[in-house]
């Protein structure tokens, strides 16, 4: 399904948008699956799937630790397409990933094989506007969207470039840092939402990790939230992981209602 | 700015870095032709670091290999390597810019030595990234920066060595962009990180053509230097890149280049390593087909790492730099016997470049007249070495 599609669905219904992050092949590539159904089951409205890096730069220690535990399982690129080709769940898939693992596929071949396995868009957080000028050009014509992301300290001409250039919606990141659950979210964050003039929606992420959080990115105008290391700590428990993983999901999305 | 070297090079980073990024070369810019900066740069690289370092012909080496072999000593700046020359720089820079925090990765614990100390004299709060791997076999440059009021993170991450120590500095880095700077210490990581600490380390390039021209009235036939991330390498080789100079790269061969799907055992990315993104810039690295970087490994930590400066790559590419590779076994040989021809105990890095020429002296290849780069002492190896022959 097209990210765009699914975003109207919900302006319909007045909801905003629950974009839940996990690693996949963690803690192992055959329960992936069953956790993006749980995640879907339980109302997440778009699905970000991690494709493990050995060095990624832009998480915290939580995904850090899930890349690590996935690539130990033996998750790889061929077997992540696999994987999502086999998914049976009818919402937009998200493909995140460091630049190197699609460049050393050739970026033209890796878009393809995301096209073919049903991938919507590409979250690459180590690749900047201006140097993804091939790779977006690539998507465009095999209809995938390239999501970027802004950060709290992003000049305002970057962020007309970005706006301009993004697809999908635009990722908001909520701090300076990394990836990780946060007591806090910034009350800048709102300041950043109002500058963005773009009609792309806009979702917020880094450090969202309970429904209090959902509900002041949405109070400040966010069109989504991104939550990954919430239920990345949940897989890492091995405690009930599928109930749970549920349990928070509906949480979250109440609080996107 | 051009951020490229043919096609390395460039801004692979996450968003939040472009604003520092973009302030840093606008600050390079403005600041390194500042006759301001530049008369208190080379004030401390006279009087604190101890340059310039000698030329030192090295008689006995010299007959024993039948060519003239000169040694650029880098071992005796202030700290006991190269290293300095770069972080007086930074440091200084940094100073100018209003930054009051500097973080730095390490992988020999030399860059993070030369970080404590220009941290300690110029009133910066100091924090140094160390793989654990690392912290271990270089216990007594962790003991020096902490005397020197710095704090010293072990890193147990991945593959614990240098390149996880990067990773560490970059996610401080984008946590604190404000008021820190990250003071990288080799050609490597994003632009202008290459190229600044390029120009820092040239000071080595520029002496050596003034001490050459002196002694031989020409310049040598070849430089040879070690190449972890390559930042002695470029120093001595950047000022002669356009006169009739070969220029050899020495990377750490390990055990002889073999590799599985995880691990290199060795530091070769010139030599071997493909294509890809590491740490901000597009460069040679060693990753197994998917593109996963592998953890590298030499007996000299300051060479162990995955990718290899841009501009190196590219030297490497046209043929202007002719990357090669020497074994820790060599490595250890060359160690032991520049300590006993010459009284010159050499870094296990530059112990690499010392091996290729004993290796090499007989081939032809390397002319008559060779300057090699002995970019640090060999204080630190001991451990290493007493461990390894016990």
């Given amino acids: ?257 | 700015m051009n951020h490229y070297y043919g096609d390395y090079g460039g801004q692979y980073v996450p968003e939040i870095l472009m604003p520092p990024l973009q302030e840093l070369e606008e600050a390079y810019e403005q600041y390194k032709a500042d006759p301001e900066f530049t008369s208190q740069l080379n004030d401390y690289l006279e009087n604190y670091a101890g340059r310039s370092t000698p030329l030192y012909y090295a008689k006995n080496m010299s007959a024993k290999y039948g060519i003239k072999i000169y040694l650029k000593r880098e071992d005796l700046v202030h700290g006991g390597a190269h290293k300095l020359n770069n972080t007086l720089g930074q440091a200084l820079l940094a100073k100018f810019m209003g930054k009051k925090r500097l973080i730095a990765e390490t992988g020999a614990g030399q860059h993070g030595t030369a970080t404590a100390m220009v941290g300690a004299k110029l009133g910066f709060e100091t924090m140094v990234y160390m793989g654990s791997k690392d912290v271990k076999r270089q216990l007594p440059n962790v003991y020096r920066m902490k005397l020197m009021g710095t704090e010293v993170v072990s890193v147990d991450t991945g593959s614990k060595t240098m390149k996880d120590a990067i990773n560490e500095a970059l996610r401080d880095w984008v946590t604190n962009v404000g008021d820190t700077h990250y003071l990288i210490g080799s050609v490597v990581g994003p632009h202008p990180f290459p190229k600044i600490v390029r120009d820092f380390q040239s000071v080595i390039g520029r002496e050596v053509k003034e001490q050459v021209m002196k002694v031989e009235g020409r310049y040598p036939d070849s430089i040879v230097a070690c190449a972890g991330g390559g930042s002695n390498a470029m120093g001595i080789f950047y000022p002669f890149l356009d006169d009739e100079v070969n220029l050899f790269a020495v990377e750490a061969g390990g055990e002889k280049l073999r590799e599985d799907d995880k691990i290199a055992y060795h530091s070769a990315s010139l030599a071997t390593g493909k294509e890809g993104i590491l740490h901000g810039a597009r460069t040679k690295v060693l990753q197994n087909r998917d593109g996963q970087i592998l953890e590298s490994t030499s007996v000299a930590a300051g060479l162990d790492y995955a990718g290899v400066g841009p501009e190196l790559a590219r030297l490497s590419e046209t043929g202007r730099v002719k990357p090669c590779y020497i074994t820790d076994m060599e490595a250890l040989e060359a160690f032991h016997e520049l300590s006993r021809l010459e009284g010159i105990i050499p870094a296990l890095e530059s112990a690499h470049a010392i091996a290729y020429v004993r290796k090499m002296a007989d081939h032809g290849i390397l002319g008559d007249t060779v300057v090699i780069n002995l970019s640090g002492r060999g204080d630190k190896d001991l451990q290493t070495i007493m461990d390894m022959e016990e």
């Fill in chain 1, 1 to 257: 399904m097209r990210i765009s599609q699914k975003f109207e669905e919900l302006k319909d219904k007045n909801e905003k948008a629950l974009i839940a992050y996990v690693c996949a092949g963690d803690p192992d590539p055959d329960t992936t699956p069953s956790i993006v159904n749980a995640l879907v089951e339980a109302g997440a409205d778009i699905i970000e799937l991690g494709l493990p890096f050995s060095d990624p730069v832009a998480d915290g220690p939580t995904i850090q630790a899930a890349t690590c535990r996935a690539i130990e399982a033996g998750m790889n690129t061929e077997s992540y397409f696999e994987m999502i080709k086999g998914l049976e769940v009818n919402v937009p898939l998200i493909c995140m990933t460091y630049y190197n693992l699609i460049y050393r596929q050739g970026s033209e071949n890796f878009v393809k094989k995301c096209a073919d396995a049903g991938i919507s868009g590409l979250i690459i957080p180590d690749l900047p506007l201006h140097e993804a000028d091939e790779l977006i050009e690539i998507c465009k014509e095999e209809g995938i969207d390239n999501i970027f992301l802004v950060a709290p300290n992003t000049s305002d001409q970057r962020l007309d470039a970005i706006s301009s250039k993004s697809s999908g919606f635009i990722y908001i990141v909520s701090k300076l840092g990394v990836t990780g659950e946060g007591k806090n979210i910034s009350s800048n964050v709102a300041g950043l939402l109002d500058k963005i003039n773009s009609d792309l929606p806009k979702a917020v992420g880094f450090g969202i990790s309970n429904r209090k959080h959902v509900e002041e990115m949405v109070a400040a105008g966010a069109d989504a939230v991104i939550v990954g290391s919430a239920f990345v700590n949940i897989i890492a428990s091995k405690d009930n992981v599928i109930s749970r993983l549920k349990e928070i999901t509906k949480d979250l999305k109440e609080g996107c209602r």
